[in-house]
Structures are given as C-alpha cells and as structure tokens.
C-alpha cells in the first residue's frame, strides 16, 4: 500500500530544493569575477552615468552578448547596489533558482501532480562538475541563462497553450544570441502540445517576437549592427568544425561525461522498446529540450569553441538533462542514478582539466584558475593582479595619467604624452582596461570585443580562439590619436591607415557609430546592418587603402 500523497510531498520538495542548495554552496566557494564580467560592468556605469548603453563615449559598440544581463545589472545599480557584488552573487542565485526549476519541471513531467519519491539523476552531472561551479558567478550571464533555460522549459511542461510562456521561450536571442536555437525548438514544441488555432499560433508568435525584434531593430539602428560586437570579432557564422571538436574533447574527456550519458541511455532505450523504468511521460516537453541541446552543442563546435574551458557547452549540457533532471524512484531509475552517483562523486573530489599553467595546448584556459593566480586571491572580485606584474604595471600607469588628466594613448609597448584628446588605452585584457581607464577617456581592445574597428579586421590565422583579431598599432593612432607617433611607427603606415579610414565601408562604420544618433542616421544604420557587419578589411594600412580608396587615389 502507497503512503498517503501529503506525506510523500516533504520528501519531493527537499529532492527538487537539493540540487539548487547544492549550487549555491559550491558556486559560493569558488565565487570569482572574470574579466569579460568586468565588460558588462564598465558598459552598466556609462549607462548609469548618462552616456547610453556604449562602452567608450562617443562611439555606440555593443559590447554586452548577454542584452537581458546588461539591463538587469542597470536595474540593480540603478538604487545605488556595487555592481560587480550584483553580477556576482545575482548570477550565483539565477543559477540556483535555475535548478529548482528544473527539477520542478521534471517533477512535473514525470508524475505530473501527483506524488511519488524522486531521485536528482540529472542534476548529478552538473553537480559534479567544476566548470558549472566556476560559472554560476563568474560576472557573465551563464546565471541568467541556466534560470531561462530552466523556466522556459518549465511553462512548456506546465502551460504549453499560454501567451505568457510563448513571450518567455521568445527571450532566448536576449539572454545569448546563440540561444535563438532554444526559442526555436521550444516555440515548435509548444505548438505541437497546444496545436492551437491559426489565430492563437498568430497571437504566440507575436508574443514570443516583440520584445527580441523590437531590440534588434533598436540594435541595427543604434549601433548599425546585426548582433552584438562580440558576435563580429569571434566571426560566429563562421565553420571551425576541427576547433570546435577540439573544444569538445576538452570538456567531455577530462570528466568522463560519457559513463553518465551511458547509464541514462541504459535506462532510457530500454523504455522506449517497451520497458518501464517509469511511467509514459509526454514526448513533446521530454524531446524538446533534448533537440535543443544538440543542436547547441553542433553550433559551439561549428563556430570553433571558446577560449574558456566547457563555458559554452554549459547551457546544453543543462538542457540535455532536463527531462531527467529529478526522476521517480522506480528500481531502473534507482539503479541508472546509483551508477550516475558513482561518478558524480569520483568527478567531484578528483576529475580535473590536466592544463599546465591553467591554459591548455590549444589555448584554452581554466579562467578562474588564471584570475585566482593572477591576482593572488582565493575569490578575485575587483582586480588587482597582484600575482601579474605586466596588467598591475598598466593599471597603476593608467590611473596616474587620470589623476593627472594628462592626456595620454597607451598603446602595447609604449605610451605618448599628448597624443589622444584624453587618456586611452589600447589593451587585450578589456575588463581591466574597462575599469582603469575613465568613462569620459577610450577604453579600446585590438581584439575588438567593443572596439568596432578591431572587430571589422581580418582574421589571424592560428591564433587563439576568441582572440584571433589583432588591430595593429598604426590603426589605432590613426584612428584615435592627435599628436606626434610613437617612436619606431612608420609614418608611411600612419598614412595609409588615416587615408583608408576615410574611403568607402570604413569612413560608413566610423559614421554609423560615431555621427549623432538622429533620424536619418538610425534609418541608414538600419537599412546598411547586413552589409556592415558582414564587412572586414586587411590589417596592413597599405593593402586596406589601396583596397578602400582604390590604387591610384591619395
């Protein structure tokens, strides 16, 4: 004889609460601040300050890939919150708030409202994994993006036919623009569960619509874009496929991840033949997220990876577990989540990237061990690279120019007195730069994460992924600086920059995000999005005047 449901209830809550508790302590104990964190900080105070949602005044680059996060993170420092306290310990309880979620969502699949003992299967894996500790604080929008994936799965099980839950599946562009995939197949799922009326199907797909097209209007005509700038510079419709296999390996072999995936698969297949590890759950809700993580997983590997170990095959792997996140405590289930155990705990005390000195053969990093040694700290919040001599020498010159107001241009290898209408800094650790350099001064990266002119640059090849842009140093004097060169600059190169930034595409990306934003200027940004972003130019100042302005113009 089954126990009366009331009493099995406790017994569901403290499983489904488990897993998000379990986060928030180990996020907690390896919280930290990644320099990419620090690039949604610095865009947050400028827009805090007046200056619009830009990264350097006077130049409107979309610097945040997470949009939802950016304006969250206003919203917190709006009354006067620390905003990097905010991106902190607001993603650490997104992140939480993301697996009570989702084991409320497969409570739900599974048993429906009825009660029965549950078992955290999927939410061992993970659990068990440092890179998902590392990421739920970290400052970027992996939080933001575990609770939507989790939410938005939750209202496709529980309210497939509400405009509410087509408005939230619609989100996914605005929380990454690489989770427009999610929105996609959730949004199909939902219309195969509601089968609703032409007129509903209508009303959904507007619902789920407004709000992502509405920014991305806001975006071409704002910042004469198609996406975020990072998007730009990290070429994301680019075919890496060799890169990104590697990234792959880099993740799922160093945890093992296929001994998990082969006692769900045990469990599972078996069902699908006839067997009863449980009872028949809708395959709708129970595929979608499955679909949605493949083909999150196929996207990272198209594009190459990231140089942040197992980062971006996080929010997939989280949607590849969904459907069996919590499980009923069925004798397959009980056995496959035994199993599943075994590994977590073995995964959790001793399975470990085997980088030497954090970054790997192919450069990618365990970031939070580089921002740990490189700062000296145990929880690196506010950067101060005590255990790196290079970035803390930068940041002490950077901050005495400002407290002089002497304007200054910074550049890799040197620095010249005078030579910039204020003080700017060229530097590949844009965070930093970010945070030394004042909001009135330029803040740029030769990368081109938030420098529009970097991202538009060719590609190097063999790089590191994720910094494969290098804007040389004629470009940026060309570009920003007003006085005499630094010493060893060819001035013929100098030239040759200044006149190419006059000449064809490159003079129209200076306008579109440099020209007062008035209405003819939003209407030209709008209607010239696709090939401005699609646009790149040599890195040699020669060969891009005599490709711009043609061979025989000066």
């Not at 949009?67 to 905010?86: E, H, I, R, S």
């Not at 997983?297 to 594009?303: E, Q």
């Not at 190459?304 to 069996?324: I, K, S, T, Y």
Request: proline share 8%.
């Amino acid at each position: 004889m089954h126990p009366p449901l009331r009493s099995r209830q406790p017994f569901r809550v403290v499983v489904c609460l488990l897993p998000a508790l379990a986060v928030v302590w180990a996020g907690y104990q390896r919280r930290w601040m990644s320099d990419d964190g620090h690039i949604y900080v610095r865009t947050v105070r400028q827009v805090l300050a007046g200056h619009g949602p830009v990264f350097n005044v006077g130049e409107r680059a979309e610097s945040s890939t997470g949009t939802l996060w950016q304006w969250l993170l206003v919203l917190a420092g709006l009354p006067g919150a620390d905003v990097v306290a905010a991106a902190v310990y607001g993603g650490l309880l997104l992140t939480a708030a993301g697996f009570a979620l989702a084991a409320w969502g497969a409570a739900r699949l599974h048993t429906g409202a009825s009660g029965g003992p549950l078992l955290p299967l999927g939410a061992l894996v993970p659990l068990a994994l440092p890179p998902v500790w590392d990421f739920a604080t970290s400052g970027l929008e992996t939080g933001l993006a575990t609770c939507w994936l989790a939410g938005a799965w939750l209202l496709l099980v529980t309210r497939p036919r509400a405009l509410a839950t087509a408005f939230v599946l619609g989100l996914g562009p605005l929380v990454r623009p690489d989770l427009a995939l999610v929105s996609a197949v959730f949004l199909g799922a939902q219309w195969l569960s509601a089968r609703p009326s032409r007129r509903a199907a209508l009303a959904g797909a507007a619902a789920a619509g407004v709000l992502p097209v509405a920014y991305e209007v806001f975006r071409m005509g704002y910042y004469g874009h198609l996406m975020p700038l990072p998007g730009v510079t990290k070429e994301a419709s680019s075919s890496l496929w060799g890169r990104g296999a590697a990234y792959l390996a880099d993740f799922a072999g160093p945890y093992l991840l296929w001994l998990p995936a082969l006692f769900v698969l045990a469990a599972v297949l078996p069902a699908r033949r006839g067997g009863r590890p449980g009872r028949a759950v809708p395959w709708v809700p129970a595929l979608a997220p499955v679909v949605a993580g493949v083909l999150c997983w196929a996207y990272v590997i198209k594009v190459g990876g990231d140089f942040m170990h197992a980062r971006m095959f996080l929010p997939g792997l989280l949607l590849l577990v969904l459907p069996v996140f919590v499980v009923p405590a069925t004798r397959a289930w009980t056995l496959t989540t035994v199993g599943v155990g075994a590994w977590a705990l073995v995964c959790a005390a001793s399975l470990r990237v085997p980088y030497e000195g954090l970054i790997g053969p192919r450069g990618i990093a365990d970031e939070r061990g580089v921002y740990v040694r490189q700062n000296a700290a145990a929880h690196p919040l506010r950067h101060t690279f005590a255990g790196f001599r290079g970035n803390a020498a930068y940041a002490r010159e950077v901050r005495d120019a400002a407290h002089t107001g002497a304007p200054t241009l910074f550049l890799a290898r040197t620095r010249v007195e005078g030579a910039a209408p204020s003080v700017s800094g060229a530097y590949a650790t844009l965070g930093l730069n970010g945070t030394v350099v004042p909001l009135d001064g330029a803040a740029l990266d030769p990368i081109g994460l938030a420098y529009p002119l970097a991202a538009h640059s060719e590609r190097i090849a063999h790089a590191r992924v994720g910094h494969d842009k290098r804007l040389p140093d004629e470009w940026i004097v060309a570009d920003r600086g007003t006085g005499d060169l630094p010493p060893g600059m060819d001035p013929a190169r100098v030239a040759a920059a200044r006149r190419a930034l006059a000449c064809g595409p490159l003079a129209e990306l200076r306008a579109a995000t440099r020209e007062p934003l008035t209405a003819g200027r939003f209407l030209r940004n709008v209607g010239g999005a696709v090939e401005r972003t699609a646009f790149r130019f040599p890195n040699d100042p020669v060969r891009a005047e005599r490709e711009l302005c043609g061979a025989g113009r000066r």
